[in-house]
């Protein structure tokens, strides 16, 4: 079961939800609108803002705002701060991560459709069974939407990276895998599990080194009595 459980491999890029688009949203920020904005001193001035790690201009709802990250911990949350007015948005990296996760998905591209509504926004700190470690970005935005599918767009707002995408076809594969080719349900006692893969190695090791002894011996009898 576990050698049939790892031809799934192949299964496991065709099975995922559909989304529009996985690449970043691109924004020409005008020259002109740039120089009449606040600078970005004054802004982080008036913020209490005295140093900063990166930021980004980003454009949310047809509005530009300073993205601040002001150090490198994963626990930080950007800001963020109108170009114009130099006001900080409430609730900005939620927000973002909303509008990252309809422009994946494709829920903003017709405006005479009402957009999917959300059921939840949760930090990911670190990696979970849904959100395994081969996706590689901590941390990132959980946005799940109220859809028969129940599909979640993780989003890294750092980066206004697409993350991963998971709906309930995707989760019960990902489950299945898990169990029965990771061993996911053993990640509690490590030590047991790596035991029992070491022993089953082995027993393949012997069972090939057995095969090879016996084939070879075989011919060299047949040898003989010819």
């Keep these: 079961l576990w050698a049939v459980s790892g031809l ?23 020259a ?41 911990q994963m626990t930080d949350v950007p800001r963020y701060f109108n170009l114009h007015t130099g006001q900080e948005l409430i609730g900005g ?12 998905l494709g829920d903003d591209s017709d405006l005479t459709i009402v957009p999917e509504p959300i059921e939840s926004i949760k930090t990911i700190t670190h990696y979970t069974a849904p959100y395994t470690y081969v996706n590689r970005l901590l941390p ?21 990276q697409f993350a991963f995408a998971l709906d309930h076809h995707r989760a019960t594969f990902n489950q299945f895998f898990g169990w029965f080719h990771t061993w996911s349900w053993m990640d509690s006692l490590p030590s047991l599990k790596v035991a ?9 090791l012997f069972t090939a080194s057995l095969g090879i002894y016996l084939t ?4 060299s009898k047949k040898n003989s009595e010819n």
């Design 140 to 160: 990132v935005e959980k946005v799940s939407f109220v859809r028969g599918d129940q599909i979640a767009i993780y989003v890294d707002t750092h980066n206004s």
């Design 8 to 30: 799934m491999h192949p299964l496991m890029t065709n099975v995922r939800p559909a989304v529009k688009t996985q690449a970043s949203p691109t924004h020409i920020l005008p």
């Design 216 to 219: 070879i011996k075989t011919r």
């Design 32 to 72: 002109s609108e740039l120089r009449q904005g606040m600078p970005l001193t004054t802004v982080l001035r008036k913020a209490g803002i005295p140093q900063f790690f990166k930021m980004h201009l980003i454009q949310m709802d047809s509005s530009w705002y300073y993205q601040v990250l002001a150090s490198d």
């Design 93 to 104: 990296n939620r927000l973002y991560a909303v509008h990252l996760a309809r422009h994946f």
């Design 196 to 204: 029992i893969i070491a022993l089953i190695l082995l027993m393949a």
